[in-house]
């Protein structure tokens, strides 16, 4: 997740090195939110049509999200998607349903909830500037706190604290989370697979994101096609696990770019203007 000076770095090819044919096996996209569909923060119009552009032509999206529950118990319902994965991999929401089903067992959400808790507060003995997201107390598997002004050097301390505690730790171009030790993205994605679209195989899924915290996602054990939005280059030297391809544009224009690409392969004539 963070710089290692180590290991060989593999940088992304451009997209439209990805072949029409592999574009044409991919039929669920799963993608991470902030940063990846958001412009600025926020939704486009265009990116609202390429979701329902790809609905149209067959397409299943599944966001994949650091957000809290609370968070996306509204979104899921919103958009056209078929589910969001919440917490870095803790909850899922099927799309249509009000409860969330548990990714990650949690015997006793109070304890759980209290050594998060805990944990933060040894954070901040080092860390006395770190700020608990306004989000938190949406929040069910994991604890977050701002990532803003923290360096990559302070973010790796705060992975190795978190270690020490039996806690895992990542981040994002939003928030840090303290979480639990296997939780991510990908072993979410995975299981929600097998679970709820087993019609699918890995390979016919293509992962999307733009963060540290999506690094699970890029990695080829697990999904073969992997796409970076531009803007992940800002954390291309503390990503072991690197997008196959990336786009030329950054954010929800990066996604729209990729919708086009997915699109006109599959001989749709849909034409994203971004």
């Known amino acids: 997740m963070y710089s290692h000076p180590n290991f060989p770095v593999e940088h992304p090819l ?35 049509q390429a979701l329902e552009d790809f609905a149209a032509a067959g397409i299943k999206v599944l966001i994949v999200t650091g957000r809290s529950a609370g968070w996306m118990s509204g979104l899921s319902h919103l958009m056209p998607v078929v589910g969001a994965i919440a917490e870095n991999g803790g909850l899922f929401y099927p799309s249509g349903h009000d409860q969330p089903v548990t990714l990650t067992p ?7 909830r209290q050594s998060l808790g805990e944990a933060f ?13 306004a989000d938190n107390r949406f929040r069910i598997t994991d604890w977050t706190f701002d990532v803003a002004a923290l ?28 979480k639990p030790q296997g939780q991510d993205k990908a072993v979410g994605l995975l299981q929600v697979l097998r679970e709820y679209f087993p019609e699918f195989s890995p390979a016919q899924v293509l992962t999307v994101g733009d963060s540290p915290n999506d690094e699970s996602l890029f990695n080829q054990d697990h999904f073969s096609i992997s796409v970076g939005v531009a803007n992940v280059l800002k954390y ?39």
């Open 121 to 133: 507060e040894e954070l901040k003995l080092k860390f006395p500037q770190i700020q608990e997201s």
């Open 151 to 178: 360096s990559p050097s302070e973010l790796q301390i705060l992975s190795n604290l978190c270690q020490k505690m039996n806690w895992g730790f990542t981040y994002s171009n939003v928030q840090c989370h303290i």
């Open 14 to 48: 451009p997209l439209k090195q990805l072949s029409a044919a592999s574009f044409r096996n991919i039929r669920l996209i799963a993608t991470d939110m902030d940063g990846t569909l958001t412009k600025e923060g926020k939704f486009s119009a265009t990116l609202l």
């Open 106 to 112: 949690i015997s006793d959400l109070e304890a759980h």
């Open 236 to 274: 291309a030297n503390q990503l072991q696990h690197q997008p196959t391809y990336i786009t030329t544009a950054a954010e929800g224009k990066g996604f729209c770019e990729l919708c086009n690409y997915i699109l006109q392969s599959g001989e749709i004539q849909h034409n994203i203007h971004f």
